[in-house]
C-alpha cells in the first residue's frame, strides 16, 4: 500500500488527546481507492501519509486532503445526526451512515481493506493537520502490475504462503487479534510453524490454519454497522441496512405483545388485538394496533419468490390474468379447490353426532369485484364440485349477478360432467396450462389468505 515507505525524521510527532507523543514509523504516499453515491469507483495517491503500526484506524484530514486537490470550495465533510456526507473535487459525493460509534466510518473499496474503517474528519496535529493514517500492514512496497485480459495464466500457487512481516489474522486458543508474523520454519514432515507477535508484544508458534489474511473474509464475522451490511449484502437499500443496523428497542407492551404472539403458537397480531379489545388479554394491549412489532420467524415462514420474469404483449403491455373485458360483476371468476390436511367438524344443532368432516373447499373469486365465496365440501368427488358451483351461481342470482365464465387449473374442472354443466348454462371456462399455477394467481392468492388467518 506505501509508495517508496521512508524513514519519518524527528520532528514528525502527533500529539493525542491525552497529550501523548507518538513517533510515525515512515512516511509515504498511499493509494487509496472507495465508490461514491453513483457506484463509481475513484482512487486517490494521498501525500504524506504517516504510518503507525499500533493504529487500528485510517484517518484522512479533509484539509490537507482540500490542499492537496486544490479545491477550496467544494472538497469538505457535513456532518449531521445520522449520516455525514463526504465532498471532493469533480462534484463527487459519498454519504456515510453512522454507526453505533456515531463516527462518520468509510469503508475503503480495496482488497486488503476489507477489515478497516476509514475515518474522516479534521484531526489537529503538531504538524497543521497533514497527517494521515493507514493500518497497520504494509505486504509489499512495490507498485500494482496490471495483467492486461490476453495476459492471463493459470498458476499453482501454495495455499497460505505467508512472508516475514506480513500482518494476519490469528483466531485460535482465545485470541481472535491481528498478528505479525516474525520468523517461519519448516518441520521435517513438511509443515510450517510460524512465529507471530500478539498485539501485546508477546511471541508464539502458530499452525497455519490458525492464520487467514486480512483480505480473506471471516465467514464467521456478524455486520454490526450499516456499512458492512451494505458491503455483505448487495441486494439490500440504504434504508434497510440503515433499519436493520439502527434497531428499535421494543417497549414493555410490545414486549408483552411478543410474549403472547410466541405463547399462542405466533397467533396473528390482528387476532391478538381483538382479544386485547375483548379482554381476554390484557386490554392496553390493544393500544398497540398501529405500533406492532414485528416476528422474524412469521416474516421468514410467509417469504416468498417474488415473480421476476414477466411475459409481455404484442402491444407491448404486461401480461394480466384480469383482461380488459373483466369490467363487470360477474365476467370472470377463477376457481381453485383447497384441501385440507386436518378435517373439521361439520356444523350440528340436533341429532345424532355424524362421523363426516369437512375436507376440502371450492373457492370462487370474482375478477371484478373480488368477492370470495368458499363452500365447503365433505369430499372432493364432481357431485361436490357441481355443489359447489350451483352454490356460488345461487348467491350471485341473488344479487342480479350473471355468471358469464370462469377460470381454473385443470382436473376436476376439466372432467365431462363439469364441461357439460358450463356448456348447459351457457358459460365459458378457460385452462390454466399445464403445471402453470401461476396462471390462476388470483384465487391461489385468496388460499393463501384463507390458509394464514385459519
Not at 376440502?360 to 357431485?383: E, G, K, N, P, S
Amino acid at each position: 500500500m506505501f509508495i517508496h515507505l521512508t524513514k519519518a525524521n524527528k520532528n514528525s510527532v502527533v500529539a493525542t488527546i491525552a497529550g501523548q507523543v507518538n513517533m510515525p514509523d515512515g512516511i509515504s504516499t498511499v493509494k487509496w481507492s472507495w465508490i461514491n453515491d453513483l457506484g463509481e469507483f475513484h482512487t486517490h495517491l494521498v501525500e504524506h501519509v504517516y504510518f503507525f503500526p499500533s493504529s487500528p484506524i485510517n484517518i484522512l484530514g479533509v484539509t490537507a486532503f482540500a490542499h492537496q486537490l486544490a479545491d477550496k470550495e467544494f472538497t469538505g465533510v457535513d456532518t449531521k445526526w445520522k449520516t455525514s456526507t463526504f465532498y471532493w473535487k469533480g462534484g463527487y459525493k459519498k454519504t456515510i451512515q453512522h454507526p453505533i460509534s456515531q463516527l462518520p466510518e468509510m469503508a475503503l473499496a480495496q482488497v486488503n481493506d476489507s477489515q478497516f474503517a476509514h475515518f474522516i474528519g479534521n484531526f489537529s496535529t503538531k504538524i497543521d493537520d497533514n497527517v494521515s493514517f493507514h493500518h497497520a500492514s504494509c505486504h509489499s512496497c512495490t507498485e500494482t502490475v496490471t495483467i492486461p485480459p490476453d495476459d492471463f495464466r493459470c498458476q499453482d500457487i501454495e495455499i497460505n504462503d505467508f512472508v516475514v512481516g506480513e500482518r494476519l489474522f490469528y483466531a485460535d486458543d482465545g485470541h481472535n487479534c491481528m498478528v505479525i508474523v516474525k520468523d517461519i520454519k519448516q518441520l521435517e514432515d513438511g509443515m510450517k510453524i510460524l512465529t507471530v507477535e500478539l498485539p501485546n508484544k508477546k511471541l508464539i508458534d502458530a499452525t497455519p490454519g490458525c492464520l487467514r489474511p486480512l483480505s480473506q473474509p471471516d465467514i464467521a464475522s456478524i455486520p454490526i454497522t450499516q456499512e458492512d451490511y451494505s458491503t455483505k449484502s448487495q441486494h439490500l437499500s440504504a434504508e434497510d441496512c440503515d433499519h436493520i443496523a439502527n434497531r428499535n428497542v421494543l417497549s414493555p407492551e410490545q414486549q408483552e405483545l411478543m410474549s403472547y404472539h410466541n405463547r399462542l403458537y405466533h397467533l396473528p397480531f390482528s387476532i391478538l388485538i381483538q382479544m386485547a379489545s375483548f379482554g381476554l388479554i390484557p386490554k392496553r394491549l390493544s393500544q398497540l394496533q398501529n405500533l406492532l412489532p414485528k416476528c422474524p420467524s412469521c416474516m421468514f415462514g410467509q417469504a416468498h419468490c417474488r415473480p421476476w420474469r414477466t411475459k409481455k404483449l404484442v402491444s407491448g403491455n404486461l401480461s394480466s390474468i384480469r383482461k380488459a373485458t373483466d369490467n363487470v360483476p360477474g365476467a370472470t371468476v377463477s376457481m381453485d379447490q383447497l384441501i385440507s390436511a386436518q378435517p373439521g367438524l361439520i356444523p350440528q344443532i340436533s341429532g345424532h353426532l355424524t362421523r363426516a368432516r369437512i375436507w376440502a373447499a371450492t373457492i370462487f373469486v370474482d375478477h371484478f369485484t373480488d368477492l370470495v365465496h368458499v363452500h365447503l365440501m365433505r369430499d372432493q368427488t364432481q357431485d361436490s364440485t357441481l355443489k359447489a358451483k350451483t352454490s356460488f351461481e345461487r348467491l350471485a342470482n341473488s344479487h342480479d349477478v350473471c355468471i358469464q365464465s370462469y377460470h381454473a387449473d385443470n382436473g376436476r374442472f376439466a372432467e365431462k360432467r363439469f364441461l357439460d354443466e358450463i356448456r348447459r348454462c351457457n358459460q365459458e371456462i378457460s385452462f390454466c396450462a399445464v403445471g402453470a399455477h401461476h396462471q390462476n394467481g388470483i384465487v391461489e392468492r385468496k388460499i393463501k389468505d384463507l390458509t394464514l388467518i385459519t
